[in-house]
């Protein structure tokens, strides 16, 4: 079994990020990045709460 806390996302707040599954969504800034939880803004879908260890995000530069 997995600890759950010893997974820390790279994402840091105010990062833009797309979702790989989703680009209709479109571009997304990170709001929060707490642990494995990561919660992002995404222009055409709004707040989303996401696992960053079963979601990788793309960060957009």
Do not use: C, Y
């Not at 680009?23 to 879908?45: C, D, K, Y």
């Amino acid at each position: 079994m997995q600890n759950e806390d010893a997974f820390r996302s790279f994402l840091e707040p105010g990062q833009w990020v797309t979702h790989p599954d989703h680009p209709e969504w479109g571009l997304g800034q990170v709001q929060s990045a707490i642990g494995r939880r990561v919660t992002v803004n995404f222009e055409h879908m709004g707040k989303v709460a996401l696992d960053a260890s079963i979601v990788t995000l793309s960060i957009e530069v």
